[in-house]
């Protein structure tokens, strides 16, 4: 183990946080922490962990959940992509592999939504295989420890910081290795303001030296994003039964429900509202009022900002049950029953 590596070994031990994947660092909770951890922090992840460990203790209990079950503990962490991944790959396990994980680093990669980052981390963590894990943390510390401007969403960037992460890691010791390299750029060498006059490893550090720090790590910009504009109808009829919209495939929200929407190109006025068809075929010849118009509500995605409003419609009569595969006649206080998008459920707990 080189000096680096052992300074860092050093610190982890001192600083770490303690956390529950850690003092049982089990395949299965490796694997759901590093699930969850993506694109999410610590300290909001650490409850939905618990949540599921409380929910489905092991593999084979999560592996016989419903959809609809997952997407409901998941609701509020985004990115619900992983958490349908999460279900396929607990089902694969259990199917392909008696419920365990394999220790085998090509064959955790054959795994639904697992990727080289994950497979790395279940590997050395859980398996002490010496596969060195590579996240936004570790991309930042090795930037600055070698000041390096390539940026690191391109292929020669991802190249250069996979080789130096490899010659760094710890062979004995992999998994304590990765999570100091994670936990010292969560905690010490942070994205702004880094306690670099403290820092255990400055000597090591060439951006401290050259006075680069605030420069690294480099990141070519790429995303366009495009502005979406939802007019969402909240029906209340005489039974406060209103309609859910349940998501279909190949959207964001796939399998999650929020109310029937009107997406236009521009924010939609009262009288082009009630001209849409869309919105005539659910009033039918209903007697109406629009009660309130919310105020938008701005979500942002990584690729796509969405600027919503909520039209409450108060219906004289009764709402019909409509014979379509994503229209639900469900009553007002059950919505909470549902996995919703952040966005209604942002709505419905100011409601």
Known sequence: MNDLSATLARWYESHKRE??????????HVWLSEVILQQTRVNQGLDYFNRFIERWPALSDLAHASEEEVLKMWQGLGYYSRARNLLKCAQQVLEDHDGNFPADHEQLLKLKGIGSYTAAAIASIAFGLPYAVIDGNVYRVLARLFDIDTPINKDAGIKVFAQLADELLDKEQPGRHNQAMMEFGALHCTPRNPDCLHCPIQSHCLAFAHGTVGQRPQKEKTINVRTRYFNYLVFSDLNNNTYLHRREENDIWRNLYDFPNIESTAPLSIE??????????????????????SA??????????????FFEIKINGFLSIIQTNNLLLTAEKKLDDYPTPKLIENYISRN
């Open 19 to 28: 956390l529950p994947w850690r003092s049982d660092p089990s395949p299965y």
């Open 272 to 293: 082009a509202l009630i001209e849409n068809e869309q919105f005539q075929s659910l009033v039918e010849k209903n007697e109406f009022a629009i009660q309130r118009i």
């Open 296 to 309: 938008p509500f701005t979500h942002k995605l990584s690729h796509q900002t969405i600027i919503a409003k």
